[in-house]
Each structure stands twice: as structure tokens, then as C-alpha cells.
T-cell receptor
Framework: DAGVTQSPTHLIKTRGQQVTLRCSPK?????VSWYQQALGQGPQFIFQ???????QRGNFPDRFSGHQFPNYSSELNVNALLLGDSALYLC????????????FGSGTRLTVV | SQQGEEDPQALSIQEGENATMNCSYK?????LQWYRQNSGRGLVHLIL?????REKHSGRLRVTLDTSKKSSSLLITASRAADTASYFC???????????FGQGTRLTINP
């Protein structure tokens, strides 16, 4: 039973560029949440998708956007990258728009130079 | 901003000793969860305690919750080198439908 899969694992981008991160949820899960984790900090909630709609959003600018597909997979897009966007981006899946039973992926390490 | 604040930020103990980490939060919760993270990779769910529970056990883990003080503690007994990791508390806020994480405690178990 595959867990949460995130791609790519590492990424280096230049300031001002755009990036797309991908997440495939655990089998049987239909809700995807995205978190940003700066070095030495706790994960910060970006947004959550359920039934292909953004249901909850954290305190992140509109440069951060996402999408959920009919197969429940999800993308996180960040436009106009800033140096401060360098972080580990974590995807978590769960079932039925619940806040328990989360399974996390291993994350995408984004470095903006 | 972070909902939970953890204490201590870092903890170093000898193998076999017990490790205690604390988490304080600010607003009413549905439940509180503890996660472990190894070397900056994905988080692993350890244990969940609901707002109407006061104590919960899972193997070598013991979690307590005091809703009047808005605080929780995680006790790891008989620590092992493999317990070396960062530990985070996460609160499920009432009416918010999202998990909010604390800053974490970095635990080092010395052989």
C-alpha cells in the first residue's frame, strides 16, 4: 500500500521563477494538505484541498496556489519565487476532510538562489 | 503564527533515560497530536489525544493533556538511540479544520 508520494525530492530555482510541486495521496485518502517548513521551524499550514476545492488556507500570499485533480492528487504552485520561499514542502493526505489520520510524504526540498 | 509552543527547544539525554517534552497552546482544541520527524524528512504520527481525554499510552509513549492549562506533555520512556529526532505537537483547532504545528523539540539520545 503506497504512502504519500511527493515529487521532485529536491529542486533548485532562481529568484523570480515559478515552481510546481506534486503530491499523490495515500491510497484511500481524498484530502490533501500542504505545509511549508523552514529550516529549524515547525511546519506552517499553506492550504487544504478536498473534493477539488481549496477548503482552508493559511497565512500565505496569493503567489501560492494549488489544485486537486479528480484522482485526488494535488499540485502546489509558487510564482515569483523569493529567497524566503526556500524550505521543505510537505504534503499530507487524510480521508474525508478530517484533521486526524494524516500521512505525510517525505517532502520536496526547494532552494531558491 | 504558531499555535503551539514547545519546551524545551532541544533536549539531550543518555540512552535508557526518560525524555519529557511539553507543548502549550492558545485556543480551544478538538484534539492534540504528536509527530516525529527524522532528519528534516516527512512527519510520522505518534499519538492523538482528544480534548476530553487526560492521558493516553502507546508503547513507550505517554501523553497527557490539561485543557485548563492548555498544555500537553509527551513522555518517552527507556529512550533508545533510534528515538533521536524532532518531535512536534499539532493542535486541531475548534472550528478551524486544520492542524497547526508547534516549533518542535530536538531530542538527541546519546549512547
Amino acid at each position: 500500500d503506497a504512502g504519500v508520494t511527493q515529487s521532485p525530492t529536491h529542486l533548485i530555482k532562481t529568484r523570480g521563477q515559478q515552481v510546481t510541486l506534486r503530491c499523490s495521496p495515500k491510497s484511500g485518502h481524498d484530502t490533501v494538505s500542504w505545509y511549508q517548513q523552514a529550516l529549524g521551524q515547525g511546519p506552517q499550514f499553506i492550504f487544504q484541498y478536498y473534493e477539488e476545492e481549496e477548503r482552508q488556507r493559511g497565512n500565505f500570499p496569493d503567489r501560492f496556489s494549488g489544485h486537486q485533480f479528480p484522482n485526488y492528487s494535488s499540485e502546489l504552485n509558487v510564482n515569483a519565487l523569493l529567497l524566503g520561499d526556500s524550505a521543505l514542502y510537505l504534503c499530507a493526505s487524510s480521508f474525508g476532510y478530517r484533521t486526524y489520520g494524516y500521512t505525510f510524504g517525505s517532502g520536496t526540498r526547494l532552494t531558491v538562489v | 503564527s504558531q499555535q503551539g509552543e514547545e519546551d524545551p527547544q532541544a533536549l539531550s539525554i543518555q540512552e535508557g533515560e526518560n525524555a519529557t517534552m511539553n507543548c502549550s497552546y492558545k485556543t480551544s482544541i478538538n484534539n492534540l497530536q504528536w509527530y516525529r520527524q527524522n532528519s528534516g524528512r516527512g512527519l510520522v504520527h505518534l499519538i492523538l489525544i482528544r480534548s476530553n481525554e487526560r492521558e493516553k499510552h502507546s508503547g513507550r509513549l505517554r501523553v497527557t493533556l490539561d485543557t485548563s492549562k492548555k498544555s500537553s506533555s509527551l513522555l518517552i520512556t527507556a529512550s533508545r538511540a533510534a528515538d533521536t529526532a524532532s518531535y512536534f505537537c499539532a493542535t486541531d483547532l475548534e472550528g478551524a479544520q486544520k492542524l497547526v504545528f508547534g516549533q518542535g523539540t530536538r531530542l538527541t539520545i546519546n549512547p
